[in-house]
């Protein structure tokens, strides 16, 4: 993966993130990681700003299901 590239393969995404090529995808089927296909067979690309407003969100995201889902810890004393 090239640091300096404007653009991800699926793959390249997949690997920043720990998960599948496969979970990457459904990401961007279901609309949730913006992607453009480029080329004539059509190949996804997402941009690398995208995906790192994607993780911001994520973040976000996470912190508003702990704020509401506190954790109880039932082994103290």
Known sequence: MADNSRFLTLADVAEVLNTSSAQVYALVRRGELPAIKVGGRGQWRVERS???????????QTE??????PFVDTDAD
């Open 50 to 60: 995208r995906l790192e407003d994607y993780i911001a969100e994520q973040y976000r």
């Open 64 to 69: 508003q299901y702990v704020a509401e889902h």
